[in-house]
């Protein structure tokens, strides 16, 4: 029987030697990929803490597993689970294409106002990556998980919502729109930008990192995009002070150079940042982003250390946490014992940091990186690396403990 994790002051979080952490296996593969993570997390903590700290998982459904069982694809029962026991983890969920369905993924980041997603993004040592020196990639993306275009606020066109948006556009701008346009509104507020640089500043002042970079189109957007840059400045100056440090006073006052001890707070337009992370990765750390640009980020710089299907994920509100895969769930796939399980299991490392448990989170992260290092993969790593062994979803997770 397992213990509740507490939420104290300072957003600590108080976990007993033995958690009850809720799980959701997921759709597709998502239960092959759960049964290998669980035995890796499990032989990690045990590793770590010779019994002492044990996690109490407690099973939960949503999904097409939840539809099956109980006629709700988020069942009110699952949700207080995460509610009341706070940490949580998933597996992916398939959102059925259809008029009117919300995915389940959002509706979870919603009902738990999870207001940050956070991908950090490194490259493990023989995963192929499409560029020369992935290595140089370091990054952990914080991006705003419920405002901008995820507020969902939205009219089709030639609908009578649009045509009264249009007539208020139209009074309030003196512009006319084209009648036969779908509408869409972007949302960008203070209390939501500077709740995620919050995060964003203070894991950059926790792990010694040394920049926090704003990305905007703020050169386009002066109220949404720009104003997000200007709150995340002030936010750096006014509760950051003591560390935070603007890289043009490291340019005028500092010679370039960033005081010991200082996080520098930069900024860079949305475009030119996707040059940025191709050209000079090395120098970007910590990245704030609002919505839409951070889900493109995301993406495109898991890309650029080898794909999806090792990118771990997480979505983080004050005092609740779920992580999760970053990839779907593969249909084909289902069942198969096939697919890559290093999505979920590198989150779960994230969980196992989150709870302070970064023993066996180093466990769980050696253990990836020597398997990959042996060449010892799963068939989409296989693919694509000359020499490699390829085992099982399952066999993978083995391959993982051996090696710890
Ligand atoms: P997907 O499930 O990510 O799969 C697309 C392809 O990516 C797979 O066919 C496979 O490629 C590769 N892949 C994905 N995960 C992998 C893994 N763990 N190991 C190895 N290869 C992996 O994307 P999708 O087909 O577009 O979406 C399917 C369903 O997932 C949809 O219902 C979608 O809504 C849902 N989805 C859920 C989440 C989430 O829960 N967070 C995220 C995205 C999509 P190969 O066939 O080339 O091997």
Redesign the pocket.
């Known amino acids: 029987m397992g213990q509740t994790i507490t939420y104290g002051a300072d957003d600590k979080l108080i976990v007993p030697d033995q958690p009850t952490i809720p799980v959701i296996p ?1 759709d ?2 998502g239960p092959d ?1 759960w049964n290998a993570t669980r035995t890796v997390v499990e032989a990690a903590v045990t590793k770590a803490y010779g019994g002492k700290r044990a996690v109490a998982w407690l099973e939960i459904f949503a999904g097409e597993g939840a539809f099956a069982k109980v006629g709700e694809y988020l069942p009110k029962a699952s949700l207080d689970a995460i509610r009341q026991y706070r940490v949580a983890i998933k597996g ?4 059925p294409v259809g008029k009117g369905f919300r ?1 389940v ?1 959002v509706q979870l980041r919603h009902e738990l106002d999870l207001y940050a997603c956070v991908r950090p993004v490194r490259h493990i040592p023989g995963v192929p990556s499409p560029v020369l020196a992935p290595e140089k990639v370091d990054m952990v993306i914080f991006r705003e998980n419920t405002e901008d275009v995820y507020a969902g606020i939205e009219w089709e066109a030639g609908s009578a919502e649009a045509a009264e948006v249009m007539a208020l556009v139209r009074k309030l701008t003196g512009k006319t729109l084209r009648p036969d346009s779908g509408i869409g509104i972007k949302p960008i507020s203070k209390t939501g930008s500077q709740r995620l640089v919050r995060r964003a500043i203070r894991h950059a002042v926790a792990h010694k990192l040394p920049t926090v970079t704003l990305v905007h189109k703020g050169n386009i957007m002066k109220y949404t995009e720009a104003a997000f840059r200007q709150w995340g400045y002030e936010l750096a100056a006014t509760e950051f002070g003591d560390v935070a440090v603007t890289e043009d006073e490291v340019f005028a006052k500092h010679g370039g150079k960033i005081p010991a001890g200082r996080v520098m707070i930069k900024d860079r337009i949305a475009d030119s940042m996707f040059q940025q992370v191709l050209l000079r990765p090395d120098e970007y750390h910590v990245l704030a982003m609002p919505n839409l640009n951070g889900d493109y980020m995301s993406d495109a710089l898991a890309a650029q250390v080898g794909g ?2 090792m990118a771990p994920g997480a979505n983080i509100g004050d005092g609740y946490a779920l992580f ?10 289902t069942g198969m014992d096939k ?3 290093g ?1 979920l299991i590198l989150s779960a490392a994230m969980m196992l940091d989150y709870l302070g448990w970064m023993e066996a989170a180093e466990l769980v992260r050696n253990g990836i990186q020597n398997a990959v290092g042996a060449k010892v993969v ?3 790593l296989a693919r694509q690396m000359p020499g490699a062994a390829e085992v099982s979803c399952s066999g993978f997770g083995q391959a993982i403990i051996e090696r710890m």
């Open positions: 997921g597709g593969i990929l992916p969920l398939s959102t995915s993924n999806l299907g999760e895969a970053t990839h779907g769930t593969a249909p084909k796939y697919s890559n399980p999505s799963t068939y989409d």
